[in-house]
């Protein structure tokens, strides 16, 4: 299998809503940072589409970017618009949910 290539984003001025484009009936996602210590990841839902509830072993900071979403924590519901900003604890389960076509930016704290 050939080596893919990662691109080089640092140094670089980037507004994240013009890194992943809305496709109808889905969910496109694109990681800028992977390291040892986390994540950050570019998603771009189509209207209606969600993750289902899951859980994740690490703090994550879920900031809408465009668009509307309702994320739910352990339950309770959250109703996020674009320059708005949730941080989900470890360990407990949630879910997102496209109230609009929404694109969110993801950072995964791996401490």
Do not use: C, W
Request: net charge negative; aromatic share 6%; charged share 25%.
């Amino acid at each position: 299998m050939p080596e893919t290539k990662k691109e080089n984003l640092t140094e670089r001025v980037i507004d994240p809503r013009d890194l992943v484009a809305y496709q109808r009936g889905s969910i496109v996602s694109r990681m800028l940072v992977y390291t040892k210590s986390g994540t950050i990841t570019v998603f771009a839902f189509d209207a209606e589409e969600g993750l289902s509830e899951h859980t994740a072993p690490y703090d994550a900071v879920l900031q809408i970017i465009d668009g509307e979403a309702l994320v739910t924590i352990a339950g309770t519901e959250y109703s996020l618009k674009a320059g708005d900003l949730i941080i989900m604890p470890a360990k407990k389960p949630h879910a997102v949910h496209a109230v609009t076509q929404f694109k969110m930016m993801l950072t995964m704290i791996h401490a």
